[in-house]
């Protein structure tokens, strides 16, 4: 296949840089308040035309898939092939891809893996198609898939409500350099919250304008993440991925994103980013660590 037939599409990492829970709901989902941005770092989804539909994944974790032998299966559990086989059929667009799912970021982590795959997946398949970006299905099919899918299309610094429906553009902040560490845990997010004290927080205001990098980061203080907690206890390798970061001299900010065990910290330059990565590496060989930018999605 030509290359220049080869549509490629950027599924950042997502990173929760506040975290609250606000209510338990009768069906057992929790409401939250929760800022979330990207980071530089993610997967990749690749559409090119084929006879037929196959479906693939590569990359650093495609092992880590149970059934990551080539599929060409429509009925594949991957939300990368729901969303594909999902969009056909309300768009009634004959599925005849080949769908490639190059897998950089650890499965279970936190970050919001399997929804920006989804959310780029539909992402492409809406350019690749021709669909419209008003089509009033393409809401309702990514909620169907997870509740961060939503969020993960719109790629954009985002206040978060509700189970992940509400979303609330967030005041702008520059680019800022971000260290994200993983201990390959695989860490699951019922557990999680089912492990939760289950005191609750009311929500909070967010400033409509950062001046600087230690603006934002005198306010993200203010804030926790409250699953880090039920976390670090099931997962104790999260409590000394958070140590490490603190450690280093130049970090501004350490916190576990999501429901972990991912954790990441913020600096103010990107040099001091890459020095604690190494030095947290040369102790550490075993763990995930990699640098890049917060809010610095290249999907557009």
Request: some cysteine; glycine content about 6%; charged content about 20%.
């Amino acid at each position: 296949m030509d290359k220049e037939n080869i549509f490629k599409i950027f599924a950042p990492a997502k990173i929760n840089l506040f975290l609250h829970l606000i209510r338990k709901r009768r069906d057992g989902y929790h409401e939250l308040q929760s800022l979330i941005s990207f980071a530089d770092i993610g997967d990749y989804i690749s559409i090119e035309p084929a006879d037929s539909f196959s479906f693939h994944i590569t990359g650093d974790f495609s092992n880590s898939f149970l059934d990551n032998e080539q599929s060409s299966h429509l009925d594949c559990s991957n939300l990368v092939v729901k969303a594909a086989r999902s969009l056909s059929q309300l768009s009634n667009k004959s599925l005849n891809l080949k769908i490639t799912l190059n897998k950089n970021l650890p499965l279970a982590a936190g970050l919001g893996g399997g929804s920006s795959d989804a959310a780029a997946t539909i992402w492409g398949l809406q350019q690749f198609w021709g669909i419209k970006s008003d089509e009033k299905y393409l809401l309702p099919l990514m909620s169907k898939l997870g509740a961060d899918v939503p969020v993960c299309f719109n790629c954009q610094t985002s206040l978060v409500e509700g189970i992940g429906e509400i979303i609330i553009p967030a005041p702008y902040i520059k680019e800022i350099p971000i260290l994200i560490i993983n201990p390959l845990i695989t860490c699951n997010t019922q557990d999680i919250f089912l492990h939760h004290n289950g005191i609750l927080k009311e929500k909070i205001s967010i400033p409509k304008y950062f001046e600087s990098v230690f603006d934002y980061v005198y306010f993200l203080k203010k804030t926790k993440n409250d699953l880090y907690q039920p976390a670090a206890r099931l997962i104790p390798e999260i409590r000394n991925i958070i140590n490490a970061m603190e450690a280093q001299e130049s970090c501004l900010l350490a916190r576990m994103s999501g429901s972990g065990a991912s954790c990441f910290a913020l600096f103010e330059t990107i040099e001091q980013a890459n020095k604690a990565k190494i030095t947290i590496l040369d102790e550490n060989p075993d763990w995930w660590v990699k640098t890049g930018w917060l809010g610095r999605p290249e999907r557009y």
